[in-house]
């Protein structure tokens, strides 16, 4: 139970460091002019392509070249307006500001490792309640208990201890095991009609 909590946990963690890196990533990028491989879907202009932005940047998918993107300063190659105005927008008719690599390197550098760490603890949690799960699961079943009615019926059908027995003894063997191990009386019934 400990496990399911964990994941809770975790989930709830994950969802909220998105939605905090989602905040700022649209106050720091949203006026940034857009370029390969940013686009349509891929920016930081509204909530949900923010959010889009970042499930991306959580695969790993093409993240340094978004992160050079939205840190391009003015130059030669890049025309970009330093303190974009909203009449600038209009005017273009997109965002015309420009970045700055130390804001677009710390703050994917810290989404990637925070968010690649979260990742790696839910799915660890997962795989171990997985385990844990099937553990407790094996343990209800065979117990010591479980191996001495199988070493009775066992022996029934194999007195001599050779490790077989004929396969036409094989569902008398069943039904003398009874279950959860063996067959039950509804499907003898079943069986005979």
Wanted: include cysteine; charged fraction near 15%.
């Amino acid at each position: 139970m400990t496990t399911l909590s964990s994941l809770t946990n975790v989930s709830a963690l994950m969802g909220l460091c998105t939605y905090i890196f989602l905040v700022i990533g649209i106050t720091l990028f949203a006026d940034v002019k857009q370029q390969e491989p940013m686009g349509s879907r891929l920016n930081f202009t509204n909530p949900l392509n923010a959010f889009f932005t970042l499930l991306v940047v959580a695969t790993g998918e093409s993240y340094p070249d978004m992160m050079d993107v939205l840190g391009r300063p003015k130059s030669e190659y890049n025309d970009c307006i330093e303190e974009p105005t909203y009449a600038d927008f209009v005017k273009a008719g997109e965002p015309v500001g420009c970045g700055d690599y130390l804001l677009s390197y710390t703050f994917f550098g810290s989404y990637v490792v925070l968010v690649n760490f979260v990742f790696l603890n839910l799915f660890i949690a997962i795989i171990l309640f997985g385990y844990i799960d099937t553990k407790d699961q094996e343990s209800h079943m065979m117990n010591s208990d479980m191996v001495g009615v199988f070493i009775n019926a066992w022996s029934a059908f194999d007195p001599e201890a050779t490790g077989y027995i004929k396969i036409h003894y094989f569902s008398d063997f069943m039904f003398e095991l009874k279950p959860p191990l063996g067959w039950g009386r509804a499907y003898k019934n079943n069986a005979k009609r």
